[in-house]
């Protein structure tokens, strides 16, 4: 079975600031993706960042970049310079293939604030 | 382009009764998954459709259930509803694999 934690349920932090968001993962199969979203009050998912199981270097998005540790089952996502807009829930999932379709399981989140 | 369309984005049922949700996926898509999230729960898998077909089904009663049609909008249904199906339903489209996106979400409160 296919698991993430997200062990911050909350995190403040200054404008300007960098943040990083923990997510750990586990997974017995050698072909997986890690994604982050976010997801504002509104209540839609937005897509941030992608990183593959095979792929070699950390993915990085604008201010996004997500600090993949293989051996530790690990993938950060750190958001450089934060914006007041930054504020809202971050979720890290991991996406599986299941008789040929994927399927997302995502751990429970993290709320992040920015204070000006 | 277009992103996930999902309607209604808001409504309220009594127990018992049964909800039909839409899913307008971003063109091009044919691909179509749902989640429920709850506080308790968290995210949780429902179902996902591609080409009509239902690919891949989450741990949820038989109550939840789903179809797509050929222009690959979907529509999810849940029949005998009950306080603990209280949640946003949200809908996503892909193309064949990678990133999922999103639409806004239906929120379902059952009194």
């Known amino acids: 079975a296919q698991k993430i934690t997200q062990t911050q349920p909350g995190m403040f932090v200054q404008e300007k600031e960098a943040v990083t968001l923990d997510c750990t993962y586990d997974?017995?199969?050698?072909?997986?993706?890690l994604f982050w979203y976010k997801q504002p009050s509104s209540g839609e998912m937005i897509f941030l960042i992608y990183?593959?199981?095979?792929?070699?270097q950390n993915a990085t998005e604008g201010r996004y970049s997500l600090n993949f540790q293989k051996a530790r089952k690990s993938a950060n996502l750190v958001i450089s310079a934060s914006q007041l807009g930054d504020s809202a829930m971050y979720f890290c999932?991991?996406?599986?293939?299941?008789?040929?379709?994927?399927?997302?399981?995502f751990g429970q989140g993290t709320r992040l604030t920015i204070n000006p | 382009k277009a992103g996930v369309t999902q309607t209604p984005r808001y409504l309220i049922k009594t127990r018992g009764q049964q909800v039909t949700l839409s899913c307008s996926p971003i063109?091009?898509?044919?691909?179509v998954s749902w989640y429920q999230q709850t506080p308790g729960q968290g995210l949780q898998f429902l179902f996902e459709?591609?080409?009509?077909?239902?690919?891949n089904k989450g741990n949820f009663p038989g109550r939840f259930s789903g179809r797509q049609f050929s222009n690959s909008r979907s529509e999810m249904n849940v029949s005998t509803l009950e306080l603990g199906d209280s949640a946003l339903y949200l809908c996503?489209?892909?193309?064949?694999?990678?990133?999922?996106?999103f639409g806004e979400g239906s929120r379902l409160t059952v009194l």
């Open positions: 459709y591609f080409s009509e077909t239902q690919r």
């Open positions: 999932a991991m996406g599986v293939l299941i008789q040929g379709a994927q399927k997302l399981v």
């Open positions: 990183q593959g199981s095979y792929d070699q």
């Open positions: 997974t017995s199969d050698p072909s997986y993706g």
């Open positions: 063109s091009g898509h044919r691909s």
């Open positions: 996503a489209s892909r193309q064949v694999l990678g990133e999922l996106f």
